[in-house]
C-alpha cells in the first residue's frame, strides 16, 4: 500500500522570502519524517495553488491537506475548505483536512529559539524582561484570542514580566503601540517575539515600527526550525490515527 500524501497549504505572498522559508521547511520535515511524500500549496501569490497540487494527485491515493497557518480563520476555516469542496470528488485523491499548526505547545519552543537567537540574554532575566507577541491579527476574535491565551501560556513557563500580545492588522493594539505602553508602564526592557511563519510584508512592518517604539530586539518570523517541522508532523499523525479509531 503506498503512502499517504501530505500537501501542506501555506498562506502565500509576492516576497520570495517566503516562498523559500515553506521550501526549507518541508525539506526539513521530509529529514524528519524519511520517505514522507510531502508537497507544498500557496493560498495565492505564488504558485503551485491547492488545486493544482491535487489535481496532479492519482485518484486512488489518500490525501492530507494541512494549513500552514498558526491560527484557525478565514483560511483554514473557509478559504480552504471550500477550495476542497470543489473538487470533483468521483476522480480525485481522498482527502483529509487537517488542523492549523498552532496553537500547539511546541510552537512556545519555536518563539524560544528565535527570540533567543535576536537576543541571547534575554532569557537570563526573564523577570526583567517584557516581551510583546507579535502576530499577524485576524477579523476573527477567536483567533485573536488564540494569541492571547498563548501569550498567558508562554508567560507562566519563562518567567517573562509580561508577554503582551499584539496584533499587525486587524485588531489591537499594534506591535509599537504595545511596545511604547510597556516601556511607559515601567518595563525595563521590551523585547518582540514575532509570531509568524515566514518573512515578508508584516514581519518586516513588525520590527522597524518596534525598533522605532523603543524595543532592545525583535526575532525573526518561526520560518524552518525543527519545533515547527514538528508541529506539522505531529498534525500529520493526528490525522492518521483518526482514521485507525474510526475504523
Not at 12 to 25: F, N
Not at 39 to 61: K, M, N, Y
Not at 153 to 161: M, V
Amino acid at each position: 500500500m503506498r503512502e499517504k500524501i501530505l500537501v501542506a497549504v501555506a498562506h502565500g505572498s509576492q516576497d520570495p522570502r517566503a516562498s523559500a522559508t515553506v521550501t526549507e521547511l518541508a525539506a526539513v520535515a521530509r529529514e524528519r519524517s524519511p520517505g514522507l511524500d510531502l508537497r507544498t500549496a500557496f493560498l495565492g501569490h505564488a504558485p503551485p495553488s491547492l488545486p493544482q497540487v491535487l489535481g496532479a494527485i492519482e485518484a486512488d491515493r489518500e490525501v492530507t491537506v494541512l494549513p500552514l497557518l498558526l491560527t484557525a480563520a478565514f483560511h483554514s476555516k473557509t478559504d480552504i475548505p471550500r477550495m476542497l469542496a470543489r473538487m470533483p470528488q468521483s476522480r480525485g485523491p481522498r482527502v483529509s483536512y487537517g488542523a492549523t499548526l498552532g496553537p500547539h505547545p511546541l510552537l512556545l519552543g519555536a518563539l524560544d529559539r528565535r527570540l533567543a537567537e535576536a537576543d541571547p540574554g534575554a532569557h537570563a532575566n526573564p523577570g526583567g524582561t517584557a516581551v510583546v507577541l507579535a502576530s499577524a491579527g485576524s477579523s476573527d476574535p477567536e483567533a485573536n484570542a488564540t494569541i492571547a491565551r498563548l501569550a498567558a501560556q508562554w508567560q507562566a513557563r519563562a518567567g517573562w514580566r509580561t508577554v503582551r500580545p499584539a496584533y499587525a492588522s486587524a485588531a489591537g493594539p499594534a506591535p509599537a503601540t504595545a511596545v511604547t505602553d510597556l516601556l511607559r508602564d515601567g518595563a525595563p526592557r521590551v523585547v518582540v517575539a514575532t509570531y509568524l511563519l515566514a518573512p515578508g510584508l508584516f514581519a518586516d512592518r513588525i520590527r522597524q515600527a518596534a525598533l522605532a517604539a523603543g524595543a532592545a530586539a525583535v526575532s525573526p518570523a518561526l520560518g524552518a526550525c525543527a519545533e515547527v517541522a514538528d508541529v506539522l508532523l505531529d498534525r500529520f499523525a493526528e490525522i492518521g490515527s483518526r482514521r485507525r479509531t474510526a475504523a
